[in-house]
């Protein structure tokens, strides 16, 4: 086998911050190599007008002047700022690939309407975001087609099918996405880089100190795979998680039962006994109750 790289257009560094003239200079979030995604973002409240440019540790951009003010642009290297007058909270999301930048509302949730829920909003599975780039959650979806929106109705951005995989479009007339198998799943929504994945979810089960972190105590769905039951018995301070599939790729916990997050800290067992545990993924954030 022979590997000869293939040498990109312009270097990308690592990290980025947009630096605000005359104020604070904030970190622009990322995942993964910067080559395989070069897409940073971050959330911007703009109260008032700003002067922004993009600024690496080698290399420092701005917006071509003529572009100056508008929501979509593109960057050229080199010293300066721009002007940013539209008030609101923003998403900026960098290229640095493609050397542009857009901003988008900042969104709180995305909405799964679909044909498991008869395309209706309000009974559609909501995901959350901690970066208002990535959006995860688990969300009930069928093999007849599901959208992404960033609202609870058709009037805002509609993430449809790109027509490559894993890709997304916002363009209103873009087909629908789809499952192989209608069910339960993991979500995983990029809305900068406009990319999705979703994982089945097969089981959920307790994981914890009580049984030496070995093997997930299965709990029962119910109620459209959103509440999920079981039976567990703790020692005194025993500590816990759920986890999907018997794996660690995808497991909740969190500082309380109240606002299970992926990846969470462990949950900690009220006093020693045997509980009947309820995990509820019908509300945001999720929730577990032990009785």
Same mark, same amino acid.
């Given at each position: 086998?022979?590997?000869?790289?293939?040498?990109?257009?312009?270097?990308?560094?690592?990290?980025?911050?947009?630096?605000?003239?005359?104020?604070?200079?904030?970190?622009?979030?990322?995942?993964?190599?910067?080559?395989?995604?070069?897409?940073?973002?971050?959330?911007?409240?703009?109260?008032?007008?700003?002067?922004?440019?993009?600024?690496?540790?080698?290399?420092?951009?701005?917006?071509?002047?003529?572009?100056?003010?508008?929501?979509?642009?593109?960057?050229?290297?080199?010293?300066?700022?721009?002007?940013?007058?539209?008030?609101?909270?923003?998403?900026? !999301?960098? $290229?640095?690939?493609?050397?542009?930048?857009?901003?988008? %509302? #900042?969104? +709180? =949730? &995305?909405?799964?309407? /679909?044909?498991?829920?008869?395309?209706?909003?309000?009974?559609?599975?909501?995901?959350?975001?901690?970066?208002?780039?990535?959006?995860?959650?688990?969300?009930?979806?069928?093999?007849?087609?599901?959208?992404?929106?960033?609202?609870?109705?058709?009037?805002?951005?509609?993430?449809?099918?790109?027509?490559?995989?894993?890709?997304?479009?916002?363009?209103?007339?873009a087909g629908n996405l789809t499952v192989?198998?209608?069910?339960?799943?993991?979500?995983?929504?990029?809305?900068?880089?406009?990319?999705?994945?979703?994982?089945?979810?097969?089981?959920?089960?307790?994981?914890? !100190?009580? $049984?030496?972190?070995?093997?997930?105590?299965?709990?029962? %769905? #119910?109620? +459209? =795979? &959103?509440?999920?039951? /079981?039976?567990v018995t703790f020692n005194a301070g025993?500590?816990?998680?759920?986890?999907?599939?018997?794996?660690?790729?995808?497991?909740?916990?969190?500082?309380?039962?109240?606002?299970?997050?992926?990846?969470?800290?462990?949950?900690?067992?009220?006093?020693?006994?045997?509980?009947?545990?309820?995990?509820?993924?019908?509300?945001?954030?999720?929730?577990?109750?032990?009785?």
């Amino acid at each position: 086998v022979s590997v000869t790289p293939f040498p990109a257009a312009h270097e990308i560094e690592e990290a980025y911050s947009i630096a605000i003239k005359g104020g604070e200079t904030i970190a622009l979030n990322h995942s993964g190599d910067q080559y395989d995604n070069p897409v940073f973002s971050v959330k911007l409240d703009v109260d008032a007008e700003i002067e922004w440019a993009i600024k690496g540790a080698k290399f420092a951009y701005t917006p071509v002047a003529s572009e100056t003010d508008e929501l979509v642009g593109a960057l050229v290297e080199g010293e300066g700022y721009a002007k940013m007058s539209t008030l609101g909270p923003w998403v900026l !999301s960098v $290229n640095m690939e493609t050397l542009t930048y857009s901003f988008a %509302p #900042a969104f +709180e =949730n &995305l909405w799964t309407p /679909g044909d498991a829920n008869s395309w209706n909003h309000g009974g559609s599975q909501m995901l959350s975001t901690t970066d208002y780039a990535n959006y995860y959650g688990f969300a009930n979806l069928s093999t007849g087609g599901f959208k992404f929106t960033s609202a609870a109705d058709w009037a805002h951005i509609n993430y449809g099918d790109a027509g490559e995989e894993g890709k997304l479009s916002t363009d209103g007339g873009a087909g629908n996405l789809t499952v192989a198998e209608s069910g339960l799943y993991w979500c995983d929504v990029n809305i900068a880089a406009l990319t999705w994945k979703v994982t089945k979810i097969e089981t959920i089960g307790v994981i914890g !100190s009580f $049984n030496g972190w070995y093997e997930s105590v299965a709990l029962e %769905p #119910a109620h +459209e =795979n &959103l509440i999920w039951t /079981g039976t567990v018995t703790f020692n005194a301070g025993d500590e816990f998680k759920f986890r999907c599939n018997n794996d660690w790729a995808i497991n909740l916990g969190g500082a309380d039962e109240y606002n299970l997050v992926p990846d969470g800290a462990n949950l900690k067992a009220p006093a020693a006994g045997t509980y009947t545990i309820t995990l509820d993924l019908s509300v945001v954030p999720y929730a577990c109750y032990l009785e």
